[in-house]
Every structure is written in C-alpha cells, then in structure tokens.
C-alpha cells in the first residue's frame, strides 16, 4: 500500500505560478510511475502529467504543455508539479496518483491522494 497526500494548493491570481507537491508513505521501495490529474466542478477527471520512476521520461496533457512542469525527488518520496502562467481554466482539485504504468489513463493508476484545491482568479 501506498498512501499519497498532496499539498501547496491554494488561490492565486492568472498569471501566477504555484507549485503542489505530492509526498508519498507506505511502500515506497516499488519503482511507481507517477501522475497528476485534475476535476473541475461538474467535469471528468483530466490527465494533467507523468513522470516515470527515473525522471528521464515525462509527458504533458496539451492545456498544460509548456506551462507545468512535473518532477520528483525519491530521496524525499516526493512528486511536485510546477504550474506556471496559470489562467482561470486551471482552476481544479489536483490529485497525485501511483501506478506501475506511465499512463494518461486515470485506471492505470491504483494509488490516488486526496487532492489539493488550486484557485485561480482573474
């Protein structure tokens, strides 16, 4: 088992950057890939990044490509994503997940923390 708590979410401004973190407990001797997805009010859960065990592969859903930046440091057991130039449309609970796979596909993951809320105002 793993258990996965996010945090650094919050309310801020278009235009801002903010950075949630993803910190893991439990069994985390496994080579997990990792994701972040978000939900907004009233949609589906949507792919936001991966990042594989070793950091050398990543890949970005398109809203968020070249804006958001995912890494993780395993010493620490930790996963962030960096948001920047955040517009309206970001606003979201974002949630860390763990999986064997490198996926985009939320039924890949078997891991999920709670979520974090991010805000964006404009």
């Known amino acids: 088992q793993v258990q996965l708590v996010e945090s650094g979410g919050g309310l801020v401004q278009a235009g801002d950057s903010l950075r949630v973190s993803c910190a893991a407990s439990?069994?985390?001797?496994?080579?997990?890939?990792m994701g972040w997805f978000r939900q907004a009010p009233g949609k589906e859960r949507e792919f936001v990044a991966n990042i594989n065990w070793s950091s050398d592969s990543t890949y970005y859903g398109d809203s968020v490509k070249g804006r958001f930046t995912i890494s993780r440091d395993n010493a620490k057991n930790t996963v962030y994503l960096e948001m920047a130039s955040l517009k309206p449309e970001d606003t979201a609970v974002y949630y860390c997940?763990?999986?064997?796979?490198?996926?985009?596909?939320?039924?890949?993951?078997?891991?999920w923390g709670q979520g974090t809320q991010v805000t964006v105002s404009s």
């Open positions: 439990g069994r985390t001797s496994t080579k997990y890939a």
């Open positions: 997940a763990a999986g064997y796979l490198r996926s985009t596909r939320a039924s890949d993951y078997h891991y």
